[in-house]
């Protein structure tokens, strides 16, 4: 693996991937190991890991021409830069337009199979254009996230990009090839989400 046992816990808790927003969801219940009462909750790590693994092997069913990746949180360009780069997927970094999936004579149009996005409620309007077009969304999301409208959830701390990161690069190593796993496993984990990498 990319990480060792050890050091992915290690990881989790470094980039604050574990720390759940402040709120009650019904939804989200069972990612949830702890709640620190009026600041923050823990969210369960093995279920992060779980969700990462199942996430990367339902995106791995798709061609990489077909996943298109949305954020728009700066921080976490770094991240998103290099997952893309690496896997070769589609990118809609920073502002989303309503339509870039339904509408045809729009400039960045694009015709994706299956939505990956970062945050639900930034995120909506490409939520939004999937749904019209019945294909599947995959989301990193928070406690306080509506996650109905998500075919599958990554639960973590999806307000770093340092978080985001991380995510991405246990998702990148989870769906990659024997040599793009190689690629990961010659770079710092540091470095993936901290500057833009050459693969």
């Known amino acids: 693996m990319a990480l060792k046992k050890l050091e992915k816990l ?34 369960n790590i093995k279920l992060i890991d779980e969700r990462i693994r199942l996430a990367g092997k339902l995106l791995s069913e798709y061609k990489r021409k077909d996943i298109l990746l949305v954020c728009t949180l700066d921080s976490a360009y770094y991240g998103v ?31 994706p199979k299956i939505l990956l996005i970062t945050d639900p409620r930034a995120d909506r309007r490409a939520i939004n254009d999937a749904k019209r077009m019945n294909i599947p969304v995959v989301g990193l ?7 109905g409208f998500l075919d599958l ?39 993936f989400i901290s500057k833009e990498l050459d693969f």
């Open 153 to 191: 959830i990554i639960p973590g701390n999806n307000k770093s990009g340092n978080s985001i990161g991380l995510i991405l690069y246990l998702l990148a190593y989870a769906m990659g090839t024997k040599s793009e796993k190689e690629k990961l496993e010659a770079v710092k984990l540091d470095d």
């Open 141 to 147: 999301a928070n406690v306080d996230n509506k996650v």
């Open 10 to 43: 290690e990881a989790y808790k470094k980039y604050g991937t574990r720390i759940g927003a402040n709120a009650n969801n019904k939804a989200f219940e069972r990612f949830i190991f702890r709640k620190i009462p009026n600041k923050f909750t823990i969210l």
């Open 81 to 111: 830069y290099n997952f893309a780069k690496l896997l070769k997927i589609s990118v809609n970094f920073g502002r989303y337009l309503a339509g870039s999936l339904t509408n045809v004579e729009y400039k960045n149009f694009f015709e």
